[in-house]
Nanobody, 129 residues
Framework: QPQLVESGGGLVQAGGSLRLSCTAS????????IGWFRKAPGKEREGVSC???????????EYAESVKGRFTISRDSAKNTVWLQMNSLKPEDTGVYYC???????????????????WGQGTQVIVSS
């Protein structure tokens, strides 16, 4: 039951970059699959990227087609942080970004909203044209 906190959002111009962070208090994220999701104005929450738990066969990543080649998800175990590096930002990337964890550590989960049960408060990203 990790308690997640996102940070790093802000206002940028199209073509700019941001790096979002997802951290947890009292629990190591290395044992959890972690997902990034976003909610754009007037749209439903959608998946952005996921990274599998660390360890054997760990570290696999998935990306929504709309962000492939522009976003990179990664882990920093020393800082107990999952990053989302966002480059070449577009206005359609605007929204509130959330990180999330599934119910149990050490198990694989699909990269979809229904698999995740612990959510951060969100961090706002605004990309101007």
């Amino acid at each position: 039951q990790p308690q997640l906190v996102e940070s790093g959002g802000g206002l940028v111009q199209a073509g700019g970059s941001l790096r979002l962070s997802c951290t947890a208090s009292g629990t190591t994220l290395d044992n959890y699959d972690i997902g990034w999701f976003r909610k754009a104005p007037g749209k439903e929450r959608e998946g952005v990227s996921c990274i599998s738990r660390s360890g054997r066969s760990g570290g696999r990543t998935e990306y929504a087609e709309s962000v492939k080649g522009r976003f990179t998800i990664s882990r920093d175990s020393a800082k107990n942080t999952v990053w989302l590096q966002m480059n070449s930002l577009k206005p359609e990337d605007t929204g509130v970004y959330y990180c999330a964890a599934p119910p149990l550590p050490g198990l694989p989960y699909p990269c979809n909203i229904g698999a995740f049960s612990s959510w951060g408060q969100g961090t706002q990203v605004i990309v101007s044209s």
